[in-house]
């Protein structure tokens, strides 16, 4: 894993051969190719460190989705990287880091997961994608965790952002415990997406 | 919330609160606006692809699907209007989900055998690999796929296309690559879909595909479609994608040898997951 970071080893790459498959809409029937039993609990319901990540996907004229998918992928409490499968045949208790939730009516979205820990002393955050209906691609975003703020302000992506856009990628914690996350795909308070 | 027994309150409830809250029933979002027609929607989509050429000819970065794509009428109040930012992937944005053969039964992978009959309409495979930017076979890697039936009618409950409901055919799938990064389905042709983007707007047949890359930055939902549609140029989801070399690579490969004698017709179709340069390195305890 280490490897990732080396730039010595980065620039002994070849050059890439392949042309990429281009993506497109999700489209809005997915929901019985997609769905499958406790997608959203990444970490079993009421479990010890469990906790819910939950928020609307809105469009430009602030109306809620309803026919969105979003997924998220994090590490583990302690910063370690999930390697345990079953994230498609829940076992209730291994913790596979990725979960998926289709909104529903009302644009809302939920997941039982865990706080994701620092992986290499990094702010820590979850990575999502974002799929809707009227959506040609899929989108990619960070979730950060409001805590932390000496990490939050060394976070290069973060300490690239305004004030305004910062606040989209940062989810609010409740007194329960559990994450709120608005994703909003257009307007003023556009969610900040990402590509690499 | 209680409800009161007053009928004249309950009326007054439901009209003042309720009403104003209550979000549109999906379907009702699925008709378009103004409901232009086939030559204006075609127009806007020759525009929007002569507009990405001049804009890559100026040396901006335009991706190729094409996100503010006015055709595709739903996406006009929800494509991002900022450009996304260009990020390193850090940490978990290089790792993936694990998934092994034993997370899909090899059932799964047929869709003609999820119910006591036969399905109606065209049997057909198609199979490829799942590569990336190098060529190299990606391992292990859940494939989700779903489509409408032959008469070109989806199972969902808000689908309201008229055509019947085969009850010998779901239209869902999904497999697991193998250590070559192949992957096959045995499927029914789809139908071109009728939609309410413009009048007499139909999608033409396609199977749409969700596939989990050695990276989540390579995690992409995407559609094939069959050789020689005449429905191609008329399409705003298809022309969202503003190449016609990256809209080729959408259509699988009709292979004669893949045919199987008075049995099923043969595609093929190769996926390669984009990553930036750091997928290059293959993540450590892959799953065997």
């Not at chain 1, 609990?41 to 998918?69: K, M, Q, R």
């Not at chain 2, 379907?27 to 232009?36: G, K, N, W």
């Not at chain 2, 699988?252 to 043969?266: I, K």
Request: proline share 8%.
């Amino acid at each position: 894993m280490s490897t990732h970071d080396s730039s010595a080893a980065l620039d002994d790459r070849p050059a890439k051969t392949h042309e990429p498959t281009s993506g497109q809409t999700i489209g809005p029937f997915f929901a019985f190719g997609l769905n499958y039993p406790k997608m959203h609990e990444v970490a079993f319901p009421h479990s010890a460190g469990a906790i819910v990540l939950e928020g609307t996907v809105y469009d430009g004229a602030g109306h809620p989705i309803p026919d969105a998918c979003i997924e998220i992928w994090g590490a583990d409490t302690d910063g370690s990287i999930p390697r345990g499968r079953g994230s498609r045949r829940r076992d209730d208790h291994t913790f596979t880091g990725f979960g998926r939730s289709h909104t529903n009516d009302e644009g809302h979205f939920e997941f039982w997961t865990r706080n994701p820990g620092s992986v290499d002393g990094e702010a820590p955050f979850f990575a999502a994608v974002v799929f809707a209906r009227g959506l040609p691609n899929k989108l990619h975003t960070r979730i950060y965790l409001p805590e932390d703020a000496e990490r939050l302000a060394a976070d290069p992506l973060l300490s690239s952002l305004d004030e305004s856009e910062r606040a989209t990628l940062v989810a609010t914690r409740g007194a329960d415990g559990s994450l709120h996350f608005d994703i909003r795909l257009q307007g003023e308070r556009e969610t900040v997406f990402l590509t690499f | 919330m209680t409800v009161d027994s007053d009928a004249s309150e309950q009326e007054a409830f439901s009209s003042s609160v309720v009403l104003d809250q209550t979000v549109a029933a999906p379907e009702t979002l699925l008709a378009s606006h103004d409901m232009p027609t086939q030559n204006q929607i075609t127009q806007e989509i020759n525009d929007l692809h002569a507009d990405a050429e001049r804009r890559l000819a100026a040396g901006e970065r335009v991706p190729s699907t094409l996100y503010d794509f006015a055709p595709y009428r739903s996406s006009i109040l929800r494509h991002p209007t900022k450009n996304p930012r260009l990020v390193d992937p850090e940490t978990i944005e290089l790792w993936s989900p694990a998934y092994g053969q034993r997370d899909v039964a090899l059932i799964e992978s047929d869709l003609t055998l999820q119910h006591t009959g036969e399905p109606q309409g065209e049997r057909m495979t198609i199979e490829g690999r799942l590569l990336d930017s190098w060529g190299r076979p990606l391992r292990n890697q859940l494939v989700e796929i779903w489509q409408a039936n032959a008469a070109g009618r989806y199972i969902h409950q808000r689908d309201q296309h008229p055509a019947p409901l085969d009850p010998n055919f779901t239209g869902a799938g999904r497999i697991v690559t193998n250590d070559d990064g192949y992957w096959k389905f045995t499927t029914i042709k789809p139908g071109p879909y009728p939609w309410k983007n413009h009048i007499n707007a139909w999608r033409p047949a396609h199977i749409h595909f969700s596939v989990f890359g050695s990276a989540f930055t390579q995690r992409i939902i995407t559609q094939v479609y069959f050789p020689g549609d005449p429905l191609f140029p008329l399409d705003p989801i298809y022309n969202t994608i503003r190449s016609q070399k990256d809209r080729d690579r959408l259509i699988a490969s009709y292979d004669h040898d893949l045919t199987v004698p008075e049995f099923s017709m043969g595609y093929r179709w190769d996926i390669v997951v984009d990553g930036p340069d750091a997928t290059w390195f293959e993540p450590e305890g892959g799953e065997a």
